[in-house]
């Protein structure tokens, strides 16, 4: 793509005095009103689920943690990504400086990544404790677990801001209203891909040890099924929740590199087809709430509780009721 609009190129700090491109005013103003729609939505449900896993220690698994943690990144993403591509889009320049039109491109594909990388270790959490269930007590512990997100979080972060911090790493292209990169993708593919490849192979060989169980189960009756630590309905029904997650991060990131590819092949310029397909990537943060919800009883429960006010004043009228009656 950088080779289409390289000839567009800025690095001046002076961004805002730019010429505004050529591009049709609705659909930028189309892209900005999504990605506003969007930034709430995400705001809105991540800080619920966040607030529900704080207060509910019934809800404080391993699972849920790496989730959090994933809330955490589709929170940072609608408050320093997406609030300031909706104010290019509805101005149709960069107003910010240029060193924060950097920072905006670098912070996206690292969100990504730890996206990826958590999801990653969702799904190895996963296969120990479904298909090497003896042992997932020994490695399902704080400090696996501490290690685990810290990994998922600094691996990424680290790469990227060396990637990052080499001259002319980025550049500014007005007709897209953004910063691309021109560092070394392999290293992106590669931070991208990884952690996509754990993920399906995971998922994979979990979903082919249920068909096995499930095959030895009717070939040999009850005895088997008694001895069988096949997973119950319920973590099945987890797992195709922990795939959709997935697939909705993987659908998400997906137009605008397969877009802007089939029509720099075809001789065609990308600008209006990545200004409409901006947006997407920023749906899974907004919707992943709601799959919490969907997924879990508990989670449902506790969204209702603590919107309807229950979870914080029913505790806080518990509690001055039973210091009440430890002083009487």
């Excluded at 996963?126 to 691996?155: E, G, M, P, Q």
């Excluded at 998922?203 to 008694?226: K, M, N, P």
Aim: proline share 5%.
């Amino acid at each position: 793509m950088n080779d289409t609009v390289s000839e567009n190129v800025s690095s001046t700090s002076s961004l805002p005095q730019l010429p505004k491109p050529q591009e049709n005013s609705w659909l930028t103003t189309y892209a900005g009103s999504v990605e506003v729609m969007l930034a709430a939505t995400a705001l809105f449900g991540n800080t619920l689920f966040i607030m529900v896993f704080c207060l509910q220690k019934k809800l404080r698994t391993t699972t849920n943690m790496m989730l959090v943690n994933l809330s955490i990144t589709d929170l940072i993403s609608p408050i320093l990504v997406s609030s300031v591509a909706a104010d290019s889009f509805f101005f149709r320049r960069w107003r910010a400086s240029f060193s924060y039109c950097a920072l905006h491109n670098a912070l996206h594909p690292t969100l990504l990544e730890v996206s990826l990388w958590l999801t990653a270790c969702i799904a190895v959490n996963r296969y120990i404790c479904i298909v090497h269930n003896d042992k997932y007590h020994r490695l399902n512990n704080k400090v696996t677990l501490s290690i685990a997100i810290a990994i998922c979080w600094c691996f990424p972060i680290t790469l990227n801001v060396y990637l990052f911090s080499e001259p002319n790493s980025v550049v500014y292209v007005p007709d897209l209203l953004a910063c691309l990169a021109t560092v070394d993708k392999r290293v992106f593919t590669a931070l991208l891909v990884a952690p996509s490849l754990v993920t399906v192979a995971s998922y994979f060989f979990i979903f082919l040890f249920i068909r096995r169980s499930r095959q030895r189960i009717q070939a040999h009756g009850e005895e088997v099924q008694s001895n069988n630590k096949a997973p119950s309905l319920q973590e099945i029904r987890t797992l195709k929740f922990l795939v959709a997650l997935f697939l909705l991060i993987i659908l998400g990131y997906l137009p605008i590199p397969v877009s802007v590819a089939i029509l720099q092949r075809l001789g065609k310029s990308p600008t209006s087809v990545y200004v409409a397909v901006y947006p997407s990537l920023h749906i899974a943060g907004s919707i992943n709430p709601i799959l919490y919800g969907m997924s879990n009883k508990s989670v449902r429960e506790s969204y209702k509780f603590l919107l309807t006010g229950q979870m914080i004043f029913g505790r806080t009228c518990c509690t001055v009721q039973q210091e009440q009656s430890s002083t009487s």
